[in-house]
């Protein structure tokens, strides 16, 4: 063979393993999996993720990963994170599960959920557009099936337990916390 069509084919080849690799990457929209995404309590969690939250649907969804996609990104979900450890950011109790809405900071557009007191837990990264009480309702239905560990929200009116921490006891001043 010449050198100059098997010099034209091996670009071409590696043209073509370039476009194959990049098409692979676009397709898989799946957030990256957390640490325990692999436990069998977020495979059950993922098997009943819901078709839809609000009005995105859900685009992709891997159940080894624990991972789903709602509305080409709009929202994210994965479960098989570490446990949260107690907080002052807002917690909220919704249909049993609680949440943790995560502080973002100044500038971001994105709202960061996060179940707690179950373990693993699972988050949702929501998009601007994304209603945060339509996905919190939705969501919660499916994380009922997280193990739950001792952590709570707790408001103003419950008594901080013997012992607690001072982070804890501070906590407890804001209106709905996590201990």
Same mark, same amino acid.
């Given at each position: 063979?010449?050198?100059? %069509?098997l010099?034209?084919?091996?670009?071409?080849?590696?043209?073509?393993?370039?476009? @194959?690799?990049? #098409?692979?990457?676009?397709?898989?929209?799946?957030? +990256?999996p957390?640490?325990? $995404?692999?436990?069998?309590?977020?495979?059950?969690?993922? $098997? &009943?993720?819901? +078709?839809?939250?609000?009005? #995105?649907?859900?685009?992709?969804?891997?159940?080894?990963?624990?991972?789903?996609?709602?509305?080409?990104?709009?929202?994210?979900?994965?479960?098989?994170?570490?446990?949260?450890?107690?907080?002052? +950011?807002?917690?909220?109790?919704?249909?049993?599960?609680?949440?943790v809405?995560?502080? *973002?900071? *100044?500038?971001?557009?994105?709202?960061?959920?996060?179940?707690?007191?179950?373990?693993? &837990?699972? +988050?949702?990264?929501?998009?601007?557009?994304?209603?945060?009480?339509?996905?919190?309702? *939705?969501?919660?239905?499916?994380?009922?099936?997280? %193990?739950?560990?001792?952590?709570?929200?707790?408001?103003?009116?419950?008594?901080? %337990?013997?012992?607690?921490?001072?982070?804890?006891?501070?906590?407890?001043?804001?209106?709905?916390?996590? @201990?």
């Amino acid at each position: 063979m010449p050198k100059r %069509p098997l010099v034209i084919a091996l670009a071409l080849g590696a043209s073509a393993g370039a476009a @194959i690799l990049a #098409f692979q990457g676009l397709a898989s929209d799946s957030p +990256e999996p957390a640490p325990h $995404a692999g436990s069998a309590s977020c495979r059950g969690v993922a $098997a &009943a993720y819901p +078709e839809s939250i609000g009005t #995105f649907r859900r685009t992709s969804v891997d159940t080894a990963a624990a991972a789903a996609t709602y509305g080409d990104g709009a929202l994210t979900l994965r479960c098989g994170l570490p446990a949260m450890l107690p907080t002052a +950011e807002m917690c909220v109790s919704i249909g049993g599960v609680d949440w943790v809405l995560k502080n *973002e900071g *100044e500038g971001s557009r994105d709202k960061t959920i996060v179940t707690y007191g179950r373990s693993p &837990a699972a +988050e949702a990264v929501l998009g601007p557009d994304v209603p945060t009480d339509v996905a919190l309702v *939705e969501l919660s239905a499916a994380m009922k099936n997280l %193990p739950k560990n001792d952590r709570r929200c707790i408001d103003a009116a419950t008594p901080v %337990p013997t012992g607690a921490s001072d982070q804890q006891r501070g906590n407890a001043q804001s209106s709905r916390n996590a @201990i």
